[in-house]
């Protein structure tokens, strides 16, 4: 054997939901078992346009570094964005300010002392990526930028905790009532277990996590191998699909005495000829996906062939909605 | 064959996961298209793929695979070294190209049946 083998292991990756959720200041754990999922609802749903600062504190170019500095004390800022004509070109920080007064340069431009290589954000981006940009930059505010590259918003830390907490105490609510309500709501039900997972479009590093968790509770609720192997090969499929297909849903997975029904409900953009999709091969995924290991057309039709019964409803521009149940067998004995 | 056997055989390093099952190796599923790999039926398959991404490990976790051998030293993520610890899938990494692995564990499959 040539000499010894060393593998690359890639530094440096991206921060994940999961990690987003667990250095949040929350104690979301306290708010019950389907906080994390009303949180990552929250994340995709919300854009940065919507919790951002449309009201824009700016200087020009030329003016001052001692004019910055009035204005960041007047409207008690951290950082002033310096723009012309809607046009973003750097920013000025308390830092810099500081710097200016020590050394002398705070009657100088702000052009010639701003940080202008810039990380910035898009008004339509999901708060998702806010939150990793918090995560994965020192900086306490980003400038905001519309799809025509103009400035239209500051977003910080601050104006994102304050928009989830006043969101959350909204849907804690909700979910209050509907729990009070709903027994099969309870997963500690005798008769019945039912959980359920988010799943957000395109967020491939989570995508599959349910249908790993699903597999582990069937497994510990003892349920035939080969039982709980189909059940978790339809979840992986349908979850895969509503991250790669739709717009954001979520997976239910509901146990009763005799089955094990699996349901995905995604919000749209529906299917508008099932039977073609339910064919093999048949996929509208990019090469993105594919190059991740799916898009390749089996996602229905696997979904279909480990079922025991198979139902498929979708509404174009709506929803698509897909159910799978299985029959619970006696575990063979050897596995007894 | 065991997955220590396949560490050996592929020149490879055990990245995460337990090495030391003494269950066998059954059949080796070479893919990196994972909706194929979902319709494998057996649960002693090991999983050789270029596929380095979670995907490839939570696959594997579905359909019970022994483990996962990602060939031509393909970089691994520290997230898919998490997922493979923790779902506990023993996780290869093996400088071997796919056709090269496929060779060495045809051969070794013959010589077990040889005894």
């Not at chain 1, 250095?23 to 999922?37: I, Q």
């Not at chain 1, 030329?62 to 951290?78: F, P, V």
């Not at chain 1, 957000?200 to 349920?223: F, M, P, Q, T, Y």
Request: glycine residues 6%.
């Amino acid at each position: 054997m040539a000499g010894e083998y060393t593998p690359t292991i890639l530094q440096g990756q991206q921060t994940s939901d999961d990690e987003i959720l667990a250095n949040m200041p929350l104690d979301t754990k306290a708010l019950g078992g389907d906080s994390s999922v009303i949180i990552m609802e929250l994340l995709q749903r919300f854009k940065v346009r919507d919790v951002m600062k449309r009201q824009i504190i700016s200087v020009a170019r030329n003016a001052s570094l001692r004019e910055a500095q009035r204005l960041m004390r007047e409207n008690r800022i951290s950082g002033l964005p310096v723009c012309e004509d809607g046009r973003l070109y750097g920013i000025v920080s308390v830092n810099d300010i500081i710097n200016a007064l020590d050394n002398g340069w705070i009657e100088d431009t702000c052009e010639s002392h701003m940080a202008s290589n810039l990380v910035v954000l898009e008004a339509g981006m999901p708060l998702s990526f806010a939150l990793r940009y918090f995560n994965n930059y020192t900086y306490g505010r980003f400038p905001v930028l519309d799809a025509d590259r103009k400035l239209v918003g500051i977003i910080s830390q601050r104006d994102v905790m304050r928009a989830l907490l006043y969101e959350l105490s909204v849907e804690i609510r909700k979910l209050e009532r509907k729990t009070s309500n709903n027994v099969l709501e309870h997963a500690t039900n005798e008769r019945y277990f039912r959980r359920e997972w988010a799943v957000v479009h395109n967020d491939l590093s989570r995508a599959g996590h349910a249908a790993n968790d699903i597999k582990g509770i069937l497994r510990e609720r003892k349920v035939d191998r080969s039982v709980a192997r189909r059940v978790a090969v339809a979840a992986y499929e349908l979850e895969i699909n509503i991250c790669i297909h739709s717009h954001g849903g979520v997976l239910v997975m509901l146990i009763s005495d005799d089955t094990v029904t699996i349901t995905a409900k995604d919000r749209g953009p529906g299917i508008s000829d099932i039977e073609w999709a339910c064919r093999d091969g048949t996929s509208t995924a990019n090469d993105w996906i594919r190059s991740m290991g799916f898009g390749a057309g089996m996602g229905l039709s696997n979904s279909k062939r480990v079922s025991d019964a198979f139902d498929i409803q979708s509404e174009v521009g709506k929803f698509t909605k897909v159910t799978c149940t299985f029959n619970l067998t006696k575990p063979a004995a050897s596995e007894q | 064959m065991t997955i220590a056997d396949v560490v050996k055989i592929l020149d490879g390093k055990l990245m995460a996961g337990d090495g030391t099952s003494p269950r066998a190796v059954g059949a080796v599923v070479a893919n990196d298209l994972m909706s194929d790999v979902l319709l494998n039926d057996s649960d002693d398959i090991l999983l050789l793929t270029s596929l380095a991404s979670d995907q490839a490990i939570r696959t594997a976790h579905i359909v019970g695979a022994m483990g996962v051998v990602v060939h031509n030293a393909k970089p691994l993520s520290e997230t898919m070294l998490k997922v493979a610890a923790d779902l506990g899938v023993p996780l290869v990494s093996s400088p071997l190209s796919k056709y090269d692995a496929c060779v060495r564990l045809h051969d070794a499959f013959l010589a077990e049946e040889r005894g």
